[in-house]
T-cell receptor, first 114, second 111 residues
């Protein structure tokens, strides 16, 4: 059965700290890995990763994928209170009959203290 | 370009009742996926619709059903509601295998 595991489940840090969130997966017919930030309701898109070893960067956030070891990390440097959220990892997998779905991990709940 | 809109935002239903949730997909997107997110959990895949046909289904019973319309909007229907159906229901639209754009969700409470 396909699964996506995120760690840690929760994290409390102080402003200015750097955090690393982990996502490992076991998925048949892997196509892509996505990171989302969920603050209240709708998850908002952060990154899509399809190739190993290529870092994607957006401001203080960066992410990289290792398709050999089946994991990805999301780094946040110089954290701010506005980074407090649940970070979701989702793996895209293709199935039979052209289906394509995303399997989500449980998320990492990050709290940044002022 | 409009985003994904869901209605209603909140809903309270009694056990055994039926509910219909609605989703309008983002302009240009032809695929709609529905997810159930229980408190403290990640979203769980319910099913996906493409070209008005169910195009993949997660581990949910048949009382969860859906529709997609020619304009790509979609409905999620749940019959015989159970207390465990209480959750945030998220609709996501995409174009083929692009990343999802999520709606704000419908918070369903079953009492």
């Amino acid at each position: 059965e396909d699964k996506v595991v995120q760690s840690p489940l929760s994290l409390v840090v102080h402003e200015g700290d750097t955090v690393t969130l982990n996502c490992s997966y076991e998925v048949t017919n892997f196509r892509s890995l996505l990171w989302y930030k969920q603050e209240k309701k709708a998850p908002t898109f952060l990154f899509m990763l399809t190739s190993s070893g290529i870092e994607k960067k957006s401001g203080r956030l960066s992410s990289i994928l290792d398709k050999k070891e089946l994991f990805s990390i999301l780094n946040i440097t110089a954290t701010q209170t506005g980074d407090s959220a649940v970070y979701l990892c989702a793996v895209g997998a293709s199935g039979t009959s052209g289906t394509y779905k995303y399997i989500f991990g449980t998320g990492t709940r990050l709290k940044v203290l002022a | 370009e409009t985003g994904v809109t869901q209605s209603p935002t909140h809903l309270i239903k009694t056990r055994g009742q039926q509910v219909t949730l609605r989703c309008s997909s983002q302009s240009g997107h032809n695929t709609v996926s529905w997810y159930q997110q229980a408190l403290g959990q990640g979203p769980q895949f319910i099913f996906q619709y493409y070209r008005e046909e169910e195009n993949g289904r997660g581990n949910f019973p048949p009382r969860f059903s859906g529709l997609q319309f020619p304009n790509y909007s979609s409905e999620l229907n749940v019959n015989a509601l159970e207390l465990d159906d209480s959750a945030l229901y998220l609709c996501a639209s995409s174009f083929l295998s692009s990343s999802y754009t999520f709606g704000s969700g419908t918070r369903l409470t079953v009492v």
